[in-house]
């Protein structure tokens, strides 16, 4: 990475936080403005030979992105979740322990990337998932939000017998 790209990522960065901020004290004139020198920031980094996402939180909404940047940012998740299958694939197939291991340890940078990222399920099929206690820390920590945020709307609701 150059300093340039390094400079522009921190820009961007700050210029995401910032829109952010701006749209919880409904400064729509903010928004436009930061939108702007993001957009432009984005292109001189695109420019610049730049081809990894951002990760949602250096990402502007999904309406304001340039569509070319949405179609590679999904185009790169749907090839690590196919990863996630050949590597899931790969350490039921090991014959050591050895590759075992270092098909976990990629698995566990695959789908870090992929939470890095965002903008994903967060749970791969389960023909794409290694044994429960082999899965990362993050995967587990992702199942609980979303099994709390289950009950907690399922609580919202009452009880419908009633």
């Known amino acids: 990475m150059t300093n340039e790209q390094e400079q522009l990522l921190i820009d961007i960065g700050q ?6 901020a701006s749209c919880a004290t409904g400064d729509n004139v903010g928004q436009a403005r930061i939108a702007k020198v993001y957009l432009d920031k ?15 939180a250096n990402e ?5 992105m340039p569509q070319d940047y949405l179609a590679h940012r999904n185009k790169i998740l ?42 994903w399920v967060g749970v791969p099929d389960l023909e794409s998932e290694l044994p429960d206690e082999l899965m990362p820390p993050v995967f587990h920590e992702r199942v ?11 609580q919202g609701l009452g009880n419908p017998l009633k």
């Open 42 to 56: 984005l292109a001189q980094l695109s420019a610049s030979d730049w081809d990894s996402p951002l990760g949602e």
């Open 15 to 20: 210029l995401a936080a910032d829109y952010r």
């Open 144 to 154: 609980r939000q979303l099994i709390a945020k289950h009950r907690e709307k399922q």
């Open 78 to 119: 749907s090839d690590l979740e196919d990863r996630l299958a050949y590597l899931a694939m790969r350490y039921r197939s090991s014959l050591t322990e050895a590759a075992s291991e270092e098909a976990v340890a990629d698995y566990h940078v695959t789908m870090n990337e992929m939470y890095r990222i965002g903008h």
């Open 60 to 64: 502007l909404p999904d309406d304001l």
